[in-house]
């Protein structure tokens, strides 16, 4: 429902951060950058974008290793990934302890802090800690853990082992995934949305027109007609 707002809401003023691309290629370029590569963070702190990388790099690696407890036959490049990903969890826990030590420790991001934000970094360092405490201190059965998650994907309803690792790392991620839609955590879709990272800069050719601006009076002569569809 929040993206669906979010391709729903207009842009009404041209707003491209600058250097901006001139070409929708180019925005598709600058996209890619930016979420693949943290480009604006780079440019801005360096520190904050070494630990943002250590957490959602490492935690995509443990996230698609994680693909061997819905799949069956496990696919060759998951089955490839999973020393990779035990060792990615350790980049996730360093990045986040870096960006919890930043919230505490530098003033203005403490004075703009809200408790949500430590709520969320919080919930993650549960997350990761109690996945870490199941691999090195409290082994669980695995082969009835990914039976319940087959079951449960077909809707059948299999014994999950009752150890409190593995309640406590469920629990911690059912919590996440019912917060995720109402927190700041949208802003990994939301940045498909921004209209300062996703603009063509255009405006000295193209005049730009909401939809829902579109019944307002005809522009006078000389000023090019809007880009179709914007």
């Known amino acids: 429902m929040k993206v669906a707002r979010y391709a729903r809401t207009p842009a009404p003023l041209k707003i491209p951060v600058s250097p901006a691309p001139r070409t929708k290629r180019g925005v598709w370029f600058r996209m890619f950058r930016e979420v693949a590569f943290f480009q604006s963070l780079f440019k801005s702190n360096r520190w904050i974008w070494v630990f943002a990388v250590l957490f959602h790099f490492g935690m995509l690696l443990v996230l698609l290793r994680h693909l061997r407890y819905f799949t069956q036959p496990v696919w060759w490049w998951v089955d490839l990934i999973q020393p990779i990903g035990v060792y990615a969890s350790f980049a996730m826990l360093a990045g986040l302890g870096g960006l919890l030590l930043r919230r505490i420790v530098v003033p203005r991001i403490r004075y703009i802090s809200s408790p949500s934000d430590y709520l969320m970094l919080a919930l993650f360092?549960?997350?990761?800690?109690?996945?870490?405490?199941?691999?090195?201190?409290?082994?669980?059965?695995?082969?009835?853990?990914?039976?319940?998650?087959?079951?449960?994907?077909?809707?059948?309803?299999?014994?999950?082992p009752a150890q409190p690792g593995v309640l406590i790392h469920l629990g911690l991620v059912a919590i996440l995934m019912i917060i995720f839609p109402i927190s700041k955590l949208l802003h990994a879709p939301g940045v498909f949305f921004a209209p300062s990272r996703t603009q063509v800069d255009n405006a000295r050719e193209f005049r730009h027109l909401s939809a829902w601006a579109s019944q307002l009076p005809p522009l006078p002569e000389g000023i090019p007609e809007p880009e179709e569809g914007k």
């Open 125 to 160: 360092l549960g997350i990761v800690i109690s996945g870490m405490g199941m691999k090195f201190l409290m082994p669980v059965d695995i082969l009835a853990v990914k039976q319940f998650f087959l079951g449960l994907m077909r809707f059948q309803i299999n014994e999950l």
